[in-house]
């Protein structure tokens, strides 16, 4: 497998495959959910720096803030972010681990439901064919009954859902 034309296979599962440990990192954390989430960006700044930095002159200028409304968006932005991080990382203390992470990634059906109440647009028949198809195959993976913290967590975790979409 040392074929440069394997590497991107390659690299696809080792990055699926650190997607796939990460919320039981959380869950196994000597630290707080939120302490977790910290570290997880701070650890990623010099490789993301880096690499901006090697590329610094493959991209366009980035445009400045131009008033006040282009510094909120920002912030807006800053805020929803943090906020997912935050509640998906609470959520892995208090349910368990598939169960969060199940709900995290329902991210297309309210992205779906989202572009069709607030923009309009017309969902194909065959794609919310697939998307009920998935959703109730995905409801097997619940291991555990609805108790009162896995109604939490689930709470916890589509509220990081809407503030990151």
Request: charged share 10%; glycine share 8%.
């Amino acid at each position: 497998m040392n074929n440069p034309s394997h590497l991107p296979l390659l690299a696809l599962i080792g990055g699926a495959t650190a997607i796939a440990f990460a919320p039981i990192f959380v869950r196994v954390s000597e630290v707080g959910p939120l302490a977790t989430a910290f570290w997880r960006l701070l650890l990623a700044w010099p490789a993301l720096w880096l690499w901006m930095a090697l590329e610094k002159h493959q991209r366009p200028a980035l445009r400045q803030p131009s008033g006040f409304a282009d510094i909120l968006r920002l912030a807006a932005a800053g805020f929803f972010f943090a906020g997912d991080l935050s509640l998906w990382r609470w959520s892995l203390r208090i349910t368990p681990v598939a169960n969060s992470t199940l709900l995290v990634n329902y991210a297309p059906i309210w992205v779906t439901f989202g572009s069709w109440w607030l923009f309009r647009e017309r969902i194909e028949k065959i794609f919310l064919a697939g998307l009920v198809l998935a959703t109730l195959f995905a409801w097997v993976l619940l291991d555990e009954g609805l108790g009162p913290w896995q109604v939490l967590g689930g709470l916890l975790v589509l509220m990081g859902i809407f503030l990151a979409r």
